[in-house]
Each structure stands twice: as structure tokens, then as C-alpha cells.
């Protein structure tokens, strides 16, 4: 049996659309996403030393702000399926001018945010959180709306390196915004060389700092003559209205999507916050902490979805579903191994947060995440199913589907079995989880049913080629 395994593994390893191709896309994407979690670990853990009130507000304040963003990052990020297929279809020249269409959805998205910054009083008010969680949330929530622009933005620039199997670029970005906010956040948090002590404050001009210098930076490599002259990077600027409403046929689904699943955990978070700080900073610790094996599953995700693009571009549907379980193999496997973690020693993973948090006020709320990462032990590994069928679905154009699965099974799993445990039979914290996990559970195992039907490998998001002259195919980075 073991040598079976281990040929299996070696013929897979080599062979087109096997291991050693999707990692050699997926590093860089799973460094970068890493990083990205990185940056929110560490904003999360200074902030719970600073105040148990700080940690209790900032996810709620935070997953807010992303939720109200989702929906324009999720479109305009989308851009990478569009610049996968091109490049897989030889039409590099329409690569540029699909990338900039993301920039005009990034542009309504900013504006739409800046008239949120009134409203978050009102917001807040309504939640009904702590008094001084409250106060909290409205400054974090506020402050990070201002930052939309970029971060929308920056998800469709990115969108041209991952589509076109070149995520090294975005890896290095994002390691320079993940040093800038870290070194940010511990500055302006506690007061540091001469400037003044800004708690939440400080955390949330130091994130929207960090998305300035993801923008910029994404705009400097974009503006190099290499891309300019074969991909139409800066040249290919101008609003397409043919090619913006293809985007947003394809892209506003998945935006939907990606705001459907984070509006469900929202409501959660803000139902788990009527229960009280301590039952709230726990969940949020637990969430935080979920994020260090989440994100790495997102760049194989990412992953998956370029390679699915590219050999949908290419006309071989075969290759992109050998590509898509050789991403879930992989992710698997590692899941498994963070999960065994989290049921084992939870402590391990708590303990940052707890090193110079107050011993009283942090005791309880200790004990509760420990508990929690059990859970977070248990969906993780069907989160596996979750974040790689969608992504090859999304991959290939299937961008409805995943959203309307999104929506019924958010709807009818986690948001109103949550309020009804919850607000009307009082069920508390502990049953609350079961239902996420419940949630997260059937959610991978829809999407799975879905990419084994086959419906997607006949979809595409881009036009037919005009065929003048033999095409030039470019081969993707590792095929054979």
C-alpha cells in the first residue's frame, strides 16, 4: 500500500496540472495570503493587549468594513480569471484593458464607502454592543472606509500577476504593506518613538496606510515597458463598456458571493456580541487565530482558479480538473495537520494573545477560545471542500451558482438558525458554533456535488478569439 501511495504521488508530481505545477503557482500565493494574516494576527493580538474593549471591536468594526467592500473586491478581483483566459487563449492585448476595468469598479466602490462614514454611529447604535466597544467600532469602522480605494483596486492590479501565473510579484507586495502596517500598528497602538498613543485609532490608519502602499507599488510594476508593450498595462486604461459589463456579468456574481459568506459570518459575530465582551472577544480570537490556516488555504484557492482558467482558455478541461484535486489533495493534507493542532494544544495558539493582556479581565476569555478552537479544529477541514471547488467553479465562470448556494445555505444554516438560538431561545455561545460549523460543513460538500456534475468544463468568461493568423499559445508556467 505504501508503495502504491508512493507512486501515485510521483506520477502526480511531474505531470501536467499535478503537484509541482500548483505549487509552483501556489507558494507565492499561499506567502502572500499568509502574510495577509500575518498583518491581522499581530494587529489583533497588540489590540487585546491594549484593551479587552480594542479586541472585542475590532472584528466586528473590521469584518463590517470587509463585508460592505466584498462585493466590489470580489468583481473587481475576478479580473485574474479574465487575464487567465486570455493568456490561455493567446490574446494577451485584451489582458491590460480587463485589469483597468477592475480599477472603475475599485471607484464606485470608494465612494459609496465614503458616505458610510456618517452612518456608522447609527450603525453601531443599532448592533447594541457595550457602550465602549460601541465607541470602538464606529472610530475603527470609519477610519478603514476611507482606505476602500486602494484595497479594492489593488485586488484587480493583483489580478494581472496571479492570472497570468506570475504571483511572485504579488508575494513581495505584500510582504512590504504587511511590514509597513505591523511596524505602523505597534507605533501609533501604544505610543511609541514620540508619537502619541492612538489604541484602535492607530490600528486603523495603520491599515489603511498599508493599502496605499499596495496600490502604489502595484502601479509601479504595471508601468514597467516589458508589460506595457506585450499586455496594454497602462495603454489599455480607457472604460470598455463591452468588456465592464462582461466583467461585471462574471465578477458581480462572485462578488456577491464573497459578500454573502462574509454579511453570514457579520450577523454572527454581531449576534455572538449581544452575549456580552467576554463571549465576543473570544469568538474573535478564535476567528483571528482560524485565520493563520484559513489564508494559506485561500492562495491554493487562487491558485486553482488560475490554473482552471488558464486550461479552460487552452480548451483542455481535462487538465484544469486534474489541477483542481491535485489543489485539494495538497490542501488536505495540510488542513488535517492544523486541525490536529487546534484539538490538541490550543493553548499554543492563544497564548499571544494572552502574554500581556491584563491576568484578570483575559482569564475568561482565555478559557472560552480554547474551547472554541476545537470547533475551528472540527470545520476546518471541510473548509477544505469549501475553498477549492468554488474556487475551480469561479475558475471556470460558474460564478451563479457559488453565489446563489451562498445565499440559500447562509440564510437557512447560519444566519436565522443563529438568531433564533440565540436571541429567542437563548441557546448561548456554545451552540452558536455548532451551527457555523454546521453551516461551513454543507457548504463544502455543495460545491463538491456541483464540480462533480461537469456543467462548468463547457463555460468560458471571455469572447471567441478572432482567428486571422495561426495563434501563438503560451504555455503555462510548469506544463509539460
Not at 511596524?183 to 492607530?202: A, R, T
Amino acid at each position: 500500500m505504501a508503495n502504491g501511495i508512493r507512486k501515485h504521488f510521483s506520477g502526480r508530481w511531474n505531470s501536467a496540472a499535478g503537484y509541482r505545477e500548483l505549487l509552483v503557482l501556489a507558494v507565492p500565493l499561499i506567502l502572500s495570503t499568509s502574510s495577509w494574516s500575518l498583518q491581522h494576527f499581530v494587529d489583533r493580538m497588540f489590540l487585546a493587549w491594549y484593551s479587552p474593549y480594542a479586541i472585542a471591536a475590532v472584528m466586528p468594526a473590521g469584518i463590517l468594513n470587509f463585508c460592505t467592500m466584498s462585493v466590489f473586491i470580489g468583481t473587481a478581483g475576478y479580473v485574474s480569471i479574465f487575464a487567465a483566459q486570455y493568456f490561455g487563449a493567446g490574446m494577451n492585448e485584451r489582458v491590460g484593458p480587463s485589469i483597468w476595468q477592475g480599477a472603475y469598479i475599485a471607484l464606485a466602490g470608494a465612494v459609496i464607502h465614503l458616505l458610510l462614514i456618517p452612518l456608522a454611529p447609527a450603525i453601531f447604535d443599532f448592533v447594541g454592543h457595550d457602550p465602549e466597544v460601541r465607541r470602538y467600532e464606529v472610530i475603527y469602522f470609519q477610519i478603514l472606509c476611507v482606505g476602500a480605494f486602494p484595497g479594492i483596486a489593488s485586488s484587480a492590479f493583483s489580478g494581472f500577476f496571479t492570472g497570468l501565473g506570475r504571483p511572485w510579484p504579488v508575494m513581495w507586495v505584500n510582504v512590504l504593506a504587511t511590514a509597513v502596517n505591523l511596524l505602523l500598528d505597534y507605533i501609533l497602538i501604544f505610543g511609541k518613538w514620540g508619537f502619541p498613543e492612538m489604541g484602535v485609532e492607530g490600528a486603523a490608519i495603520a491599515t489603511v496606510a498599508a493599502g496605499f502602499v499596495y496600490f502604489i507599488a502595484y502601479v509601479a510594476l504595471l508601468a514597467r515597458p516589458s508589460l506595457r508593450r506585450t499586455f496594454r498595462t497602462l495603454g489599455g486604461w480607457r472604460f470598455e463598456g463591452a468588456l465592464f459589463l462582461r466583467l461585471l456579468r462574471f465578477g458581480f456574481p462572485s462578488g456577491m458571493q464573497f459578500f454573502v459568506d462574509i454579511a453570514g459570518f457579520t450577523i454572527f459575530i454581531l449576534l455572538v456580541g449581544r452575549l456580552g465582551t467576554i463571549n465576543l472577544a473570544a469568538t474573535n480570537i478564535a476567528f483571528n487565530i482560524n485565520t493563520l490556516a484559513f489564508m494559506p488555504m485561500i492562495g491554493f484557492g487562487i491558485a486553482v482558479s488560475v490554473m482552471v482558467g488558464q486550461y479552460i482558455g487552452m480548451e483542455k478541461p481535462e487538465l484544469a480538473e486534474r489541477s483542481v484535486y491535485s489543489g485539494f489533495h495538497l490542501t488536505f493534507i495540510y488542513m488535517a495537520a492544523i486541525s490536529l493542532c487546534y484539538f490538541l494544544v490550543p493553548e499554543i495558539f492563544v497564548a499571544p494573545f494572552a502574554a500581556r493582556a491584563d491576568t484578570d479581565s483575559f482569564a475568561e476569555i482565555y478559557e472560552l477560545s480554547v474551547v472554541l478552537l476545537r470547533f475551528v479544529a472540527l470545520y476546518s477541514i471541510f473548509d477544505t471542500m469549501n475553498i477549492i471547488f468554488a474556487s475551480a467553479l469561479k475558475g471556470a465562470g460558474d460564478t451563479r451558482f457559488v453565489m446563489y448556494m451562498l445565499a440559500v445555505v447562509s440564510l437557512l444554516v447560519l444566519v436565522v438558525p443563529s438568531y433564533l438560538v440565540l436571541m429567542v431561545f437563548d441557546g448561548g455561545l456554545y451552540a452558536a458554533w455548532i451551527i457555523a460549523s454546521l453551516y461551513v460543513v454543507i457548504l463544502g460538500f455543495s460545491f463538491f456535488i456541483r464540480f462533480r456534475g461537469g456543467s462548468w468544463k463547457s463555460m468560458r468568461v471571455i469572447e471567441e478569439p478572432v482567428v486571422c493568423l495561426p495563434p501563438s499559445m503560451p504555455e503555462v508556467p510548469g506544463a509539460e
